[in-house]
């Protein structure tokens, strides 16, 4: 079966954190075509499916680090 999105235009957003590949909310919400406020307020809307390990919010260092690796700048990237 054919992919709609190319393999590798969803490798290029996992990332290693804690040890872990994740994708972040806003690579999520641009492959499914929502915005990232609204994939979020889905996920509320229906936590009770999906298991506790399944997500988690960055801490301030590892966001910071993140900031670093993409070239963000603090006044104007995400």
Not at 54 to 60: A, C, E, I, P
Request: glycine share 6%; charged share 30%.
């Amino acid at each position: 079966m054919e992919s709609l999105i190319p393999e590798e235009k969803i490798q290029s957003k996992i990332y290693l954190i804690r040890d872990q590949k994740v994708m972040l909310d806003k690579d999520l919400a641009i492959l499914y075509g929502v915005s990232t406020r609204d994939l979020n307020k889905a996920v509320h809307r229906n936590i009770l499916r999906f298991p506790d390990d399944f997500m988690f919010q960055l801490s301030k260092e590892e966001f910071a680090d993140l900031m670093f690796q993409f070239g963000t700048s603090r006044w104007g990237g995400t």
